[in-house]
């Protein structure tokens, strides 16, 4: 028995997604604010907590809501189909659950199969939250509007009482008269969008009791620096922990074995050895009470006597130490914060799997049933871990939570993870396992929808699949969580334009916005994941132009002289053209998708007036566009070596067609030394000093407006 997907409406953000489950681990990626909490906090509610607040309803319905119950207080009377839940069905958070059951399984959901000749396979639960009553609920709220609208018009004041509208009511009133009801939905209809029919019946009890065991470890766990003043909740360090644990699966008082009479034993015999000394300790002090006449008649006689627990021994700051050396350990709370999270974590799902599995002395009894499903949700396991530690954490987790001898090698249990994620080091350990929360601002209020990246490149093209899963696990990049991303050629690009960033787009600076080096040659292959993604993309290329009547040998781009690009990216994904005239004469928005917020740059004419004519020469490549726009700043850098030397030689050159002819044969030479030439760049000159190559400033700029008219994380 698996969950094989899930399907949110009405719940905050998230007003109509579909989550695929995997069949292990299942990690929520996505922007800052792109509703991975709020699916997390879905799945919590709804499954453990079931206590809802009027803000996990999709605001945007609240206005609808609140012209409900204005209809409510002001008809005469109402119909019946005023007071039906129909009126509210749109508006009410739904979670649909898919749960994948074998036909050995049937036994286990005998009480909710949709028909008799059902063999297995697909099963939908709705859990919706909606009013226990419809009659109580609106007789309630008519209530209590009318009462405080009388007092107020009593006392001749002009402001309105509590409730001033439905969602005043439901603010303090939400969780007495709303309760999360339980229906069948049918397996025929899965893609479908299924509404509940008339005969369509709530079921009794919580149908997921003995199907599903939830364990939930929050984003916020409460460890605090050894040096901080603030008392936390002890309950939560690893002492406390491995107290409960104790207590729960080890304690030998607890339903003693033949194992544990040895140990009983020695407790017994070592209370008897301290109670008479505490007795003979005390003897002096007690018998002064004797002056007092105490004890007199009737008050009874002082006798001490110890109790030595087995689980006294973890009951103090100190029961967890981590050894130095012989003689020489710390305490737990001296540890480094990022290790006593990893422990913790770790050995709270060794705990779930343990209470899960009825270990030790938790061991089940006759009329229980282990249940075949256990579900384990982590929100944002690398708060206070170190990047390395987040990698040891997401390649040990489910491994941690199948070590038991009954789940190795056992299919009758099944154990899913789920993990919400802002870290690069936990997401691309795991691609097919990343499940992509895209932002959609088009809408009044800003909602979401889920991208599973297993289908993102379809089986035709698992070659660029396989490309992109290796990239990505070799670059720790934050692709999943940027507002935009921008693709660049080579390593010159790559360390450039932050500093072109930083100087001339301030308000690009302050957004998310990650920079991938993935060179010409490959930039398409990302093109499935972008375009699934529905990421802002820019893409910073080159040109280069080759020469088909020289056996496509490379050649300074002209124009007229029928030249054509080698690069890919240009030829297959955008604009999809050949001709490096149609490239050079292509208008600004043209090097826009138009379906798609993607963009690309590349080298594009650069204007001088030269001695009252105007010349226009065309770069190859990012170096020697960088070069000719800044060639005045160029031509005075002294003692440059290597590859920034020869171009600083050419910048002095008065002649701009001889200038454009020297930095083409430099750049093209196999000895250049690019990266070298960037960061030598960055070293002799001030990178303010420097102007951002016009093809690339139009793509900032561009980006930029994108991320404005999106109000995706500018800080205006």
């Given at each position: 028995?698996k ?5 949110i ?5 998230l ?24 699916a ?8 453990k907590?079931k206590s ?7 605001l945007?319905?609240?206005k ?5 119950g ?7 009377e ?16 739904v ?6 059951v074998e ?10 199969i949709?028909t ?9 639960i709705r859990l ?6 419809m009659?109580?609920?609106?007789k ?13 018009q009593?006392?001749g004041?002009?402001?309105?009482l509590?409730?001033?509208?439905f969602w ?5 009133k939400l969780n007495a008269?709303?309760?999360?009801k ?6 025929e209809?899965y893609?479908e969008?299924q509404e509940l029919l ?10 997921l009791?003995?199907l599903i ?32 644990y ?9 339903d ?13 015999n070592?209370q008897?050895d301290f109670?008479k000394n ?8 007690l ?13 009874p ?10 689980a006294d021994?973890l ?7 981590y050894?130095?050396?012989k003689?020489l ?10 290790y006593?999270?990893l422990i ?19 061991a089940?009894t006759?009329d ?18 170190h990047?390395?530690?987040q ?24 154990t ?7 870290s690069?080091y936990i ?8 499940r ?6 088009s ?10 990246l ?19 696990n070799?670059?720790?990049?934050d692709?999943?969580?940027?507002d935009a991303?921008?693709l660049?050629?080579?390593?010159a ?15 690009l600076d ?14 398409h292959r990302l093109?499935s994941?972008?375009?699934?993604l529905?990421?802002?993309?820019l893409v ?17 781009p002209?124009?007229n002289k029928?030249y054509k690009t ?5 030829k297959?994904?955008?604009p999809q ?14 090097k826009?998708k138009?379906d ?5 740059a ?5 204007e ?16 020697d566009?960088?070069v ?11 003692d440059?070596?290597?590859l920034?030397k020869k ?11 001889e200038?454009?002819?020297?930095t ?11 990266a ?17 190559p016009?093809?690339i400033?139009?793509?900032l ?11 995706q994380?500018?800080i205006?």
């Amino acid at each position: 028995m698996k969950i094989n997907s899930i399907q949110i409406q009405n719940f905050r953000k998230l007003q109509s997604c579909t989550i695929d489950f995997s069949e292990k681990e299942t990690i929520f990626v996505g922007a800052n604010n792109s509703g991975k909490t709020t699916a997390m906090d879905a799945l919590m509610i709804f499954l453990k907590t079931k206590s809802f607040k009027p803000q996990d309803f999709t605001l945007c319905h609240w206005k609808s809501l609140n012209e409900i119950g204005v209809k409510w207080i002001t008809a005469d009377e109402l119909k019946e189909e005023d007071k039906s839940i129909k009126l509210l069905e749109q508006y009410l958070p739904v979670l649909d659950l898919w749960i994948e059951v074998e036909n050995s399984e049937l036994h286990y959901v005998s009480h909710i199969i949709p028909t008799l000749d059902w063999k297995g396979g697909l099963l939908g639960i709705r859990l919706r939250f909606e009013p226990r009553d419809m009659d109580v609920l609106i007789k309630e709220f008519i209530t209590l509007y009318n009462k405080s609208n009388k007092l107020s018009q009593e006392k001749g004041k002009d402001f309105k009482l509590w409730p001033k509208t439905f969602w005043d009511f439901c603010e303090r009133k939400l969780n007495a008269y709303f309760i999360i009801k339980t229906y069948l939905l049918d397996p025929e209809k899965y893609d479908e969008k299924q509404e509940l029919l008339d005969n369509n019946i709530a079921l009794d009890g919580d149908v997921l009791k003995g199907l599903i065991k939830i364990d939930i470890i929050n984003a916020q766990r409460g460890f605090s620096d050894a040096n901080s003043e603030t008392v936390e909740n002890n309950s939560r360090n690893l002492s406390s922990q491995l107290r409960a644990y104790y207590d729960k699966h080890l304690n030998p008082t607890l339903d003693p074995t033949e194992k544990d009479i040895d140990a009983l034993e020695s407790i017994n015999n070592a209370q008897d050895d301290f109670d008479k000394n505490l007795k003979e300790s005390f003897k002096t002090s007690l018998s002064e009470l004797e002056g007092l006449n105490y004890p007199g008649f009737g008050n009874p006689q002082i006798q001490l006597s110890t109790k030595v627990s087995t689980a006294d021994g973890l009951q103090h700051d100190s029961a967890v130490k981590y050894y130095l050396d012989k003689d020489l350990s710390l305490p737990e709370k001296y540890n480094g914060l990022g290790y006593q999270n990893l422990i913790s974590i770790i050995f709270k799902l060794i705990r779930f799997r343990d209470e899960w599995m009825r270990v030790g002395k938790n061991a089940i009894t006759e009329d229980e049933v282990i249940e075949p499903l256990h579900l384990i949700l982590i929100e944002e396991p690398e708060a206070h871990l170190h990047a390395q530690v987040q990698q040891v954490f997401i390649k040990k987790a489910y491994e941690v939570l199948r070590n038991n001898v009954n789940l190795k090698y056992n299919k009758d249990f099944t154990t899913q993870l789920v993990i919400s994620t802002h870290s690069s080091y936990i997401a691309h350990q795991k691609f097919e396992s990343l499940r992509y929360f895209r932002r959609n601002n088009s809408l009044a209020l800003p909602t979401s929808e889920v991208i599973s990246l297993k289908s993102a490149f379809g089986e035709k093209d698992k070659e660029t699949e396989k490309f992109v899963i290796r990239y990505l696990n070799t670059t720790h990049n934050d692709l999943f969580f940027a507002d935009a991303v921008i693709l660049v050629e080579g390593p010159a690009e790559r360390i450039l334009v932050p500093h072109f960033i930083k100087n001339e787009n301030c308000l690009l600076d302050s957004c998310y916005v990650t920079i991938l080096e993935i060179g010409g040659s490959h930039a398409h292959r990302l093109k499935s994941l972008i375009e699934k993604l529905g990421l802002i993309c820019l893409v910073i290329t080159d040109v280069d132009s080759i020469n088909p009547y020289d056996n496509g040998k490379k050649c300074q781009p002209e124009i007229n002289k029928n030249y054509k690009t080698n690069n890919d990216t240009l030829k297959t994904w955008h604009p999809q053209k050949e001709s490096l005239d149609e490239l050079l004469s292509l208008d600004s928005n043209d090097k826009i998708k138009k379906d798609l917020p993607i963009r690309v740059a590349y080298q594009k004419g650069i204007e001088f007036d030269n001695a009252g004519n105007k010349i226009i020469v065309y770069p190859y490549t990012f170096e020697d566009a960088l070069v000719i726009e800044n060639k005045d700043s160029f031509k005075v850098i002294a003692d440059a070596t290597g590859l920034l030397k020869k171009m600083v030689e050419a910048s002095k050159k008065d002649d701009l067609k001889e200038l454009v002819k020297e930095t083409y044969a430099i750049i093209i030479d196999k000895q250049a030394k690019k990266a070298e030439f960037a960061l030598d760049v960055l070293y002799f000159e001030d990178p303010k000093k420097i102007k951002t190559p016009l093809y690339i400033k139009e793509g900032l700029d561009w980006i930029e407006e994108q991320l404005k008219s999106n109000k995706q994380g500018l800080i205006n």
